[in-house]
């Protein structure tokens, strides 16, 4: 799961005795990255097309995943190796 935009976040903490309800604007990217995503138990990475941040890291995920379904198609064909 790829989220996008987060150089247009911003994060705001709550104070310990404020009662008020939680917004987006009151978590984290690490609240984020354990909530309903991590039940999922899918991958989850937070990039930024505009400022290029974790580009590389995505690009890592992807070829790993690729690779993996491939060695599972074609397991004698060690080309992504």
Same mark, same amino acid.
């Given at each position: 799961? !790829? /989220?996008?935009? @987060?150089? +247009?976040?911003?994060?705001?903490?709550?104070?310990?005795?404020?009662?008020?309800?939680?917004?987006?604007?009151?978590? #984290?990217?690490?609240?984020?990255?354990?909530?309903?995503? #991590?039940?999922? %138990?899918?991958?989850? @990475? /937070? @990039? #930024? +097309?505009?400022?290029? #941040? %974790?580009?590389?890291?995505?690009? +890592?995920? *992807?070829?790993?995943? !690729?690779?993996? @379904?491939? +060695?599972?198609?074609?397991? /004698? %064909?060690? /080309? *992504?190796?």
């Amino acid at each position: 799961m !790829v /989220f996008n935009k @987060i150089d +247009a976040y911003s994060y705001t903490p709550k104070e310990p005795d404020d009662l008020t309800p939680t917004t987006r604007e009151n978590l #984290s990217l690490d609240d984020l990255r354990h909530t309903w995503m #991590s039940r999922e %138990n899918a991958p989850s @990475i /937070f @990039i #930024s +097309a505009r400022e290029k #941040s %974790n580009l590389d890291q995505l690009r +890592a995920d *992807l070829y790993h995943m !690729v690779r993996e @379904i491939h +060695a599972g198609r074609y397991p /004698f %064909n060690n /080309f *992504l190796y």
